[in-house]
């Protein structure tokens, strides 16, 4: 199965990213709204751009994938204005410009795949943060919240329609693998950078 070598190719760059000083701050006791707006901040600065490249409906017709559905940078902003940012205060966080390559369909489904497996940890992370710092879906927590109850659903959905696709277009498998350890290591390195 695709789909397990694809998890197996991507496991330590998971690892490393999760281990990232920015994500490790969620689970350290002092964690606060400080560092959580900053999480925010960095989500949005690499979700922007590249959403705007790879959750293009054109691109994806006649998958089914219900992609407009999946963009995730409006419930950041959504967020960040419920912790006090003003519209202003959004046009000025920093955008990434090292992104992953997009250039094919085969790169677009390595990113698509993990961006859309970000929630799963979501929903790990999300029941931690409406703990420590109370937040739902309506006070500040949408990003991490996902789908809710239909995370699983949706992306069960996607892992479908990789494999199908993997299974009929087999030169496509080291690409798709690549864009997505690529798009964790352009993640990590992002989070490590000081800008906000
Ligand atoms: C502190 C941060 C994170 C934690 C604690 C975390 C935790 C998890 C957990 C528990 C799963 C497995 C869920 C399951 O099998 O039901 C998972 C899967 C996954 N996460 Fe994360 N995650 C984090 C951050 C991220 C980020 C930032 C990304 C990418 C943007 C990401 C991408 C993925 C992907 C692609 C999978 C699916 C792997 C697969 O089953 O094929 N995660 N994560």
Known sequence: MFLAALRESTNSHHRNLESSPLLSALFKPDFDRTAYTLILKKFYGFLLPLEALVYEPALWSGWGLDIERRRKASLLEKDLIY????QYDLGT???CRDLPPTGDINM???ILYVCEGSTLGGQVI?????Q???TGPERGGSYFSGY???TVPLWKILCEKIESYAASNESARPMIENAASATFEKMKNWFDKEEV
């Open 132 to 134: 420590s710092l109370g």
């Open 83 to 86: 912790l006090g940012c003003g």
């Open 108 to 110: 677009c489904l390595g």
């Open 148 to 150: 809710g109850s239909q």
């Open 93 to 95: 966080i920093p955008l």
């Open 126 to 130: 999300s029941k931690k943060l409406s």
